[in-house]
């Protein structure tokens, strides 16, 4: 996994004043959990733009008073008006200690039902996994080419190597749903075994969302 690396300077002070005033000076008060002892740090916000701006992960090194730190971010806060960075949280990490990041989705392939005149709903870009740093995934892998209409991927039908999800097993990552093209037209465009599970599911009654589905749309 790529890997960013984060100038920090330790802060003697963590109350709310001396925030504000890292915050004015547009620096961005952290603190690093996992250690012997969290660490308060502060670094400039333009330094996080490479982590927090970018649909890929990372893992982080933090350097501060020459002590390098392996760490990954963990929660993050921002102003609800100018979405400025207000405070960062991180995990040191240790070679033999599981840690839990989210890692995007990457979807390949072009699914049966798509090509039928399905659409392909995803219901996460991201998922949370659990492994030790060196088993951690730059992203998740999705083929969706064997989908077709009514079909939905599963985080149980996922393949992990060195790694597991912290998502239930019936969480759904992908599905293809039907559309108005495949109710009207579509079905010229599909072979016998698509048309019989358009017909199947358009008689069916429409698949309540999850939340995570919902939030996808």
Do not use: W
Not at 61 to 80: M, N
Not at 92 to 112: A, C, F, H, N
Request: net charge negative; charged share 30%; glycine share 8%.
């Amino acid at each position: 996994m790529k890997s960013i690396t984060i100038q920090g300077t330790k802060r003697e002070s963590v109350g709310k004043k001396s925030t504000k005033a890292l915050r004015d000076a547009e620096l961005v008060p952290c603190v690093v959990y996992g250690g012997e002892a969290p660490l308060n740090f502060s670094a400039e916000e333009k330094a996080f733009k490479g982590l927090v701006y970018t649909p890929e992960a990372h893992t982080v090194s933090i350097e501060v008073d020459g002590k390098i730190i392996p760490a990954v971010l963990q929660d993050i806060q921002f102003h609800p008006i100018t979405d400025r960075i207000l405070h960062i949280d991180f995990y040191q990490l240790s070679d033999d200690k599981p840690v839990v990041m989210e890692v995007p989705v990457r979807i390949t392939g072009r699914s049966k039902g798509v090509v039928a005149g399905g659409v392909l709903r995803q219901s996460f870009r991201k998922l949370k996994v659990k492994a030790i740093p060196a088993n951690l995934p730059d992203e998740i892998v999705v083929d969706v080419t064997p989908l077709r209409i009514g079909n939905k991927l599963y985080i149980g039908g996922i393949k992990t190597e060195g790694y597991s999800f912290m998502h239930p097993d019936n969480a759904v990552v992908v599905a293809v749903k039907m559309s108005r093209n495949a109710m009207k037209g579509g079905a010229a465009a599909m072979d016998d075994e698509d048309e019989e599970e358009a017909e199947e599911v358009a008689t069916q009654s429409p698949d309540v969302p999850t939340t995570e589905e919902k939030s996808a749309e």
